[in-house]
């Protein structure tokens, strides 16, 4: 059924051509989705952005694409002046770019969220959602962080991210804007660029090629399928509280070096291909949140199983060389 414009949800969507934000709108748009929204996606379309990854929902009336940066305040206010609420998962994404070269990351990451609050405040949006993540705690031994825990980010690019988190509920605190803040575990599954461990292992091993593994391979990550997440914001963004801060965790703690043996054999490779290499400087040592909050407030649970998520994502790159060949040799200048 087709509603009228003015009984829908105005959703914009920035990083919409990324992983995980390509994967919330193709979820909102797709047959299970609602049907009261309509879906503006503000993407910049930087190394890691894709149209590719909106094929399946290219055609689709209620999708309208805008190529252009959230840090052009002009362009921004008048998208906040039409939409009712926004996600936002525009960032740049990689630790390790972080560590080679911060200054993208602060002026996309601190000085983007910045530009899109303020738009957000001039235009009273019912609901400003912004995408965290579970590095701005900084690396814990044993337990798991629960959201009231002080940001102590390690990297470049968690301090980056904690910045935008940290202004984006002073937004609430000081100007009542209602600002709701995810913080996720490492996410898996389709369209996921490769560079991150799971899809550039993935092809690496699938070419034959080798795959490096940081330091002694210990360091853990909880493994969290892209479904369950864009599930858990899209709960975020229709029942959350303003001012509340989400943990949102996967529930599957791996060492990497665990992870690459299920890779391995899920590619049907061999260990000869795994080659040790010196550690990620200031690698964080273990991440986890504590997600309670979610599942008593919002009913949230993972409900993909790991073994059988990694499986189908392995699949998917197996079946998909024609969407990630071509980012392997991406011009330099789109990868600033
Ligand atoms: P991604 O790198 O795949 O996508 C980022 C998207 O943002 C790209 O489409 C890119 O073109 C766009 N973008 C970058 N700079 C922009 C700018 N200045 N203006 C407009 N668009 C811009 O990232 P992802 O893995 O999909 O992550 C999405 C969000 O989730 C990010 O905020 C990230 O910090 C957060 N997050 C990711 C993970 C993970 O495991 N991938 C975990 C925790 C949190």
Redesign the pocket.
């Known amino acids: 059924m087709t509603l009228p414009e003015k009984s829908r949800s105005r959703v914009l969507v920035?990083?919409?051509?990324?992983?995980?934000?390509s994967h919330y709108v193709r979820t909102l748009l797709g047959p299970t989705g609602p049907d009261d929204v309509s879906v503006t996606v503000?993407?910049?379309?930087?190394y890691?952005?894709?149209r590719a990854n909106l094929a399946p929902v290219a055609d689709h009336p209620a999708l309208t694409f805008v190529h252009?940066?959230?840090?052009d305040a002009d362009l921004v206010d008048r998208l906040a002046a039409d939409h009712d609420d926004l996600v936002h998962?525009?960032?740049?994404?990689?630790v390790d770019r972080s560590i080679l070269g911060a200054a993208e990351f602060v002026r996309?990451n601190v000085l983007?969220t910045q530009t899109l609050l303020d738009a957000a405040l001039r235009h009273r949006m019912r609901a400003f959602v912004h995408?965290?993540?579970?590095?701005v705690y900084g690396s814990i031994d044993t337990g798991s962080w629960t959201e009231s825990e002080p940001l102590a980010p390690n990297s470049p690019y968690a301090a980056s991210?904690a910045s935008a988190d940290l202004l984006a509920l002073a937004y609430h605190r000081t100007h009542g804007l209602d600002v709701r803040v995810t913080r996720?575990?490492?996410?898996y599954g389709p369209y996921?660029?490769p560079e991150?461990v799971i899809p550039l292992f993935t092809t690496r091993l699938l070419e034959g090629g080798t795959v490096p593994l940081y330091g002694d391979g210990s360091n853990v990550r909880d493994w969290l399928h892209v479904d369950d997440h864009v599930r858990a914001v899209e709960a975020v963004r229709v029942r959350g509280r303003a001012g509340e801060v989400y943990n949102i965790g996967g529930g599957t703690e791996l060492t990497n070096r665990e992870l690459t043996t299920l890779l391995v054999g899920a590619c049907g490779a061999d260990w000869s291909q795994v080659v040790h290499v010196e550690d990620r400087k200031g690698h964080d040592r273990r991440y986890s949140v504590d997600w309670t909050k979610i599942r008593e407030e919002l009913d949230y649970r993972p409900g993909t199983d790991f073994a059988k998520g990694l499986a189908e994502t392995v699949a998917w790159y197996r079946r998909h060389r024609d969407w990630w060949g071509p980012l392997l040799t991406r011009p330099a200048e789109a990868s600033r």
């Open positions: 920035t990083g919409g051509a990324g992983f995980i934000g503000l993407d910049r379309l930087t890691a952005g894709n252009g940066d959230i840090r998962f525009a960032a740049e994404s990689h996309t983007g995408i965290s993540t579970d590095e991210k996720c575990s490492n996410n996921q660029f991150k």
